[in-house]
C-alpha cells in the first residue's frame, strides 16, 4: 500500500478540524510543520513526499488533541509574538495578536536611549515586558506574576531571546514591589467574567490568567486602585481589557485620581486598551502618532 504524501495528510487533518476550528488549514500547516521541523514552505516543496509512518503517527496524535481542545501552541511550543517566538506551555496564557496593542502604546511612551522604568504586572509568558525591552533595551523592566511556574517561562523566553536585563518577581499584583515606583505600568489582567460561554472554548489555558471573579473586573479594579501608590508623577498606566469594558475602565481610573484618560482600539476595531495619566505637568501623550479612527474617547 502506497503511504499517504505531505498533502494527503494535510487536506485529512484539515477536515478533521474543520467543524472546531476557525483555521483548520492553518492548524494542520503548524502541527505537521512541528512533526516534519520544517517550514510551511517546506511542506509546499515536499507534498508530494510520502510521509513516513512515525511522523504520520505523531501528526494524527496532534491533530486529535487540537480536535479535543487543545491550543496550537501548547502542541508545538510555541507562538509568535510582536515578531518574536515565545515558548509556551499549559503554564501561561498564548499571547494574543491583540496584546501587542498593549506593547505599541507602552514603548511610545518610553524615550528610546532613555532608563525610565516599566512594570508588567502579570506578565505569563512574558511576552510583553520582553518585546518592550527588545525596543526599549535601555528602560529599566520589572516583571511580576503570582505563578513560579509562568515566571520560570518567563525566564525561558527571555534568556532565549536575549534579553537578559528584566527583573522577575514573584507576588499578586504591587505586592512584589512594595515601595517602588515606575514611569509606565502595563497590564495584561484576567478579565473574562467566570460565567462568560468564551470560556469554555479556552478550557485548555490556566483559569488564573482567564477570569479573575464574577464580573471580569475584579484585577483591573485592584489594579486602578494601588496604581497610583506606584508611579511617578506624570506617570502612565495602560490596561488591556475586554472589548465591553472600556467605560467601567475608564470609570475606575477617574475614580483613583488619573487624567487624560484614553481608549485604543485594536486591529478588529475593538476597544481595547486604556491608558491614563497620573496627574502632573508636562506629560507623555501615548502613541500621538496613530490616526483618531485608532482611538475612542
Not at 510555541?78 to 491583540?98: A, G, Y
Not at 506593547?103 to 520582553?130: F, K, M, R
Not at 499578586?172 to 478579565?191: C, H, K, L, M, T
Not at 490556566?206 to 479573575?212: E, K, N, Q, R
Request: with cysteine; net charge negative.
Amino acid at each position: 500500500m502506497q503511504m499517504p504524501t505531505v498533502a494527503d495528510c494535510l487536506r485529512s487533518a484539515a477536515l478533521t478540524l474543520s467543524g472546531g476550528s476557525a483555521s483548520p488549514r492553518l492548524d494542520a500547516e503548524l502541527l505537521l510543520c512541528k512533526v516534519m521541523d520544517t517550514s510551511r514552505t517546506g511542506l509546499i516543496v515536499r507534498a508530494a513526499d510520502p510521509l513516513a509512518a512515525d511522523r504520520r503517527h505523531a501528526f494524527d496524535d496532534l491533530v486529535a488533541r487540537r480536535a479535543q481542545g487543545a491550543p496550537v501552541a501548547y502542541l508545538t511550543g510555541t507562538r509568535e509574538f510582536w515578531s518574536l517566538t515565545f515558548h509556551v506551555t499549559p503554564d501561561v496564557l498564548v499571547p494574543r495578536p491583540e496584546t501587542e496593542l498593549l506593547v505599541d502604546h507602552a514603548v511610545t511612551l518610553l524615550p528610546a536611549g532613555s532608563a525610565a522604568s516599566l512594570l508588567d504586572l502579570g506578565t505569563g509568558s512574558g511576552a510583553i515586558a520582553v518585546a518592550i525591552a527588545s525596543e526599549r533595551p535601555h528602560a529599566r523592566v520589572t516583571a511580576v506574576d503570582v505563578s513560579a511556574d509562568a515566571l520560570a517561562v518567563a525566564r525561558h523566553n527571555a534568556e532565549a531571546l536575549c534579553v537578559p536585563r528584566i527583573d522577575w518577581r514573584l507576588g499578586s499584583w504591587f505586592d512584589a514591589v512594595p515601595g517602588e515606583r515606575f514611569d509606565v505600568i502595563v497590564s495584561n489582567p484576567p478579565y473574562v467574567a467566570a460565567d462568560d460561554p468564551a470560556l469554555r472554548a479556552l478550557a485548555a489555558e490556566p483559569s488564573l490568567a482567564l477570569t479573575p471573579g464574577p464580573t471580569g473586573l475584579e484585577a483591573l479594579s485592584t489594579i486602578a486602585g494601588a496604581a497610583a501608590e506606584h508611579l511617578h508623577p506624570e506617570g502612565w498606566i495602560l490596561l488591556e481589557h475586554g472589548c465591553e469594558q472600556a467605560e467601567p475602565v475608564t470609570c475606575l481610573l477617574e475614580r483613583h485620581g488619573f487624567a487624560r484618560i484614553r481608549t485604543f482600539v485594536d486591529g478588529s476595531g475593538k476597544p481595547r486598551v486604556t491608558a491614563a495619566c497620573l496627574p502632573g505637568s508636562q506629560a507623555r501623550q501615548p502613541s500621538t502618532v496613530l490616526s483618531p479612527r485608532q482611538e475612542i474617547s
